[in-house]
């Protein structure tokens, strides 16, 4: 099963390929198309892993999961509810969660599941949506919540959920990964905060890019955010949010020690 | 005053450069940084104008106009509350407003003045914002009304003004425009329906840029949609808007006709 990886190697250059233990396995070419194997082998401690993809835009669910819609007797919607973080919120893997200059409130970590796309995509049926899909990661889908409800006749969802650093996706890209049988796994400094199964969700990753691709082109690289269950909340300075998805691995993240 | 335009030449090629009453003296290496002119001239009837820049994404604004707000009841926000169009949203001038497939409702127009970004931008006082401006352009900020408020419990702006082709923008970006004195005239099949001044709007460019960039990261040719004022409305297939600010020219998109 292959997993990809995006990193960067020790001389400062920038490559991707099939993440293998500790190791990576060096690919060029189309990233999404047919990438070839370059033979050469990076081995541990020569690299740091970077997001597995640079998504122009993570178009990121509410509403998605039937335990939390219940919780907040929300009935479940039947076309995707989403909202739009900017590329320019993606980190990957061990990057830090920074604290928007001048906010003080709470910061919340949402663990999900994550699509990736694997090329262009417009108005496509539910049975042919995986043809689409490149792959799936984890996503931390860090949120301002004071943001979002500072102003009682908009919902910030955008402002709350978009700031630099709030959109957590890697370690991977799981190529082959059978969501109906995984689990989300969340954790603060190292204490289980969610554990939820797949299997709950409302709509399913060929359902999510359809309907979203009835509403927007998807780009190779972009993420689908599947939409958090039960369990969220919030982080202090310092902590460690860690999403962990079998088949695909560890997203770890801290948030940034100290004001700015 | 130079007005910047992004065209696709007879033979496919796509350029930029000065646009000079109807020609364009070309202009080549970084729009954005300081563009040589080639020498050439692309005379009338041998191009056509593209989106004058291509935008990651479009920070579209919501209640930046006193007017607006006081007919809606919505006191003045403090600090920039908007929503996010995908960069696939763009269109240009003269390329059709789509209707989304299996969607029957309401499609509504809002002209509106558009900032874009001239380099990368983040956290910066409003003292300095202005040298962080390209210039400025026309935007027709469509919206698929029913989409926006089907669902009581989530606002679904992205999704309602992220269809494709909903962000319309040109004809060209202003580099020099004395926004203060300009007023906004939007018109459908060539009857006046919103004409507004710019001095009316609650939040400056200079504001808007420097409240937008503590939020997130502005990169070059993202464009920062201002907000609409009084007399918004709907359009039907066919017909055609025209979004015209003194100083800028007039951006004309045409809904397409016919269901599909």
């Not at 047919?34 to 690299?47: V, Y």
């Not at 908009?154 to 709030?166: I, N």
């Not at 949010?241 to 691995?249: N, Q, R, S, T």
């Amino acid at each position: 099963m292959t997993r990809w990886a995006r990193f960067r190697a020790e001389d400062g250059r920038i490559g991707f390929g099939a993440f293998e233990e500790d190791r990576i396995a060096e690919f060029t070419g189309d990233f999404f198309a047919s990438p070839r194997p370059t033979g050469a082998i990076i081995p541990a401690g020569k690299f740091t892993l970077l997001s597995p993809c640079a998504p122009s835009k993570i178009v990121a669910l509410w509403n998605n999961f039937h335990a939390l819609g219940l919780k907040l007797g929300k009935p479940a919607p039947a076309h995707p509810m989403f909202l739009i973080k900017p590329g320019t919120s993606v980190i990957g893997p061990g990057e830090p969660i920074e604290r928007p200059i001048g906010y003080r409130g709470k910061i919340a970590y949402e663990g999900e599941l994550g699509i990736v796309i694997r090329r262009q995509c417009k108005d496509v049926d539910v049975g042919s949506a995986g043809d689409y899909i490149h792959g799936y990661t984890c996503v931390n889908d860090v949120t301002a919540p004071e943001v979002l409800n500072e102003n009682t006749d908009f919902a910030q969802w955008c402002r709350s959920k978009g700031f630099d650093t709030f959109g957590c996706i890697g370690p991977v890209i799981a190529a082959e990964f059978d969501w109906q049988q995984a689990r989300v796994l969340t954790t603060v400094d190292g204490v289980e905060r969610q554990n939820y199964p797949l299997s709950d969700m409302i709509m399913s990753p060929e359902e999510l890019v359809s309907g979203i691709s009835h509403d927007m082109t998807l780009l190779p690289g972009d993420v689908i955010a599947c939409g958090t269950s039960l369990g969220i909340g919030s982080i202090r300075d310092g902590s460690t949010v860690e999403v962990i998805i079998e088949g695909i691995g560890s997203l770890r993240n801290a948030l940034a020690p100290g004001a700015r």
